[in-house]
C-alpha cells in the first residue's frame, strides 16, 4: 500500500474546476513532483494534501486513513512555501522551535530537537540570527528545518525555489536532493520548472487543466511522453504531426507538412490513415554541413544526398536538407533552427566543446539534419 493515496479528487471553485478526479499513489521515501503550468491545479492539490482547502470529491488517505476530518494542524504533514513565511522578530533558533511549542513538546527536549534540524538543513552557527539577516538560500533552509523538525511523514513544497537566482536555486536543488535522501521523509514538490523537476524527482506527475496527463520517472517523462502536452511542455521538443501513411516492422511513417514522410519506431500498432506525432528532441537531430555540391568520391563518409525537395533518397534515418535560419548560443551549447525548402522548421543543437566562442554554422549556410528511426517518439492521437 502506498504512503499517499489521493483517488479521484476533484476540487472547484464555482464554475472552475481546478482539480478533475485525480488519481496518484506515493510511496514512503520517494521524491515526488507535481509539475505544470500555472493554473494547472497543482497547488490546489498540495492545499488540499496539507488540509487548507478540502475536496469536493475523491478521498486523500495517509497510510490508508481518510484525512477528511483532520484539521491541518493535526495531519502528520508540514508545508514549505515559496514566500518562506518566516517570523521577522523571531531569531533562527526561535523560528525552528516554533512547532515544537504549538505541539506542546517538554521544553527541555526543544534544544536538542532544534540542535538537529539546524545540523540537517547546515545551519548550526546561526541560531541567534534574524531573518533580515540571512540570504535569500539560508532563508529557504531555515523553512526547511522548521517544517523538518517535528519529523512530519509528509513535507510539502510549494515552488520553494522560486525566489532565488538561477545560481542559487541550482545550488540548494542539490541541497534539497540530500537533505531528502538523508532524512527519508517523502516530499510532495510543487514547480512549474521542469528543469527543476527532472533534476530532483524520484518520479513526476504532469498536470494539466486538473488533470493529470503522466505519471513515470523523470527520464520516461522526458523521453517517452504520452501525450502532446507532455511532450512539448517537459523541455524543447520538436512535434512532427500528420496523418500515417505506412506501418509495419515495428516502424510507422508519418506524412509531415513541409518534411514529406518521417519514419519512427515504436511498439503501437497503429492503421494507415489516423493521424498521430512524433516527439523528436533537439538532441537527438545531427546536422552537418550540406554535401549536396561535393563530388561522388570527395567524402567516402559523407551522409547520403538528398533529393532537391530535401528528403532522403537512400538510408535507414531520416535525413533531409535546409538552411539555417536563426541561431542562439548558449554557452554550452548552440542551437540552430533549420528550415527545409518547404518550409518545415526544425530544431537542433551542437555542443560547444571547442576552445572559445564555437560558431559551427552561421545564418543561410546550407546543412543537412538526420536522425534514427528510434531517435523520436511515437504518439498516437
Known sequence: ??????????????????????????????????????????????????????????????????????????????????????????????NVAFPLQMARTPSAEVPAKVQAALEDVRLVGFEQRYPHELSGGQKQRVALGRALVTHPTVLLLDEPLAALDAKLREEVQIELINLQKEVGITFVYVTHDQTEALALSHRIAVMNKGRVEQVDQPSKIYSFPTSRFVADFVGTCNLLEGPVTASGNGVVSIEVTGLGPVRVATGVAVAAGKSGAIALRPEKIRIAASTRNAAPDAAPNAEPDCKPDGRSDTGPDNHFRGTVTEYLYLGDVTVYIVSTPQGCKLETLLANSGAGRTNFFETGDAVEVRWSVDAGHFIPS
Do not use: W
Not at 505544470?36 to 469536493?56: E, H, Q, V, Y
Not at 490508508?64 to 514566500?83: C, I, K, M, N, W
Open 1 to 94: 500500500m502506498a504512503l499517499l493515496e489521493i483517488q479521484n479528487v476533484s476540487r472547484r471553485f464555482g464554475d472552475f474546476t481546478a482539480v478533475d478526479q485525480v488519481s496518484i499513489a506515493i510511496e514512503a521515501g520517494e521524491f515526488f513532483t507535481l509539475l505544470g503550468p500555472s493554473g494547472c491545479g497543482k497547488t490546489t492539490l498540495l492545499r488540499m494534501i496539507a488540509g487548507f482547502d478540502l475536496p469536493d470529491g475523491g478521498r486523500i488517505l495517509l497510510n490508508g486513513e481518510d484525512l477528511a476530518d483532520r484539521p491541518p494542524e493535526q495531519r502528520p504533514v508540514r508545508t514549505v512555501f515559496q514566500s518562506y513565511a518566516l517570523f521577522p522578530h523571531m531569531t533562527v533558533e526561535g
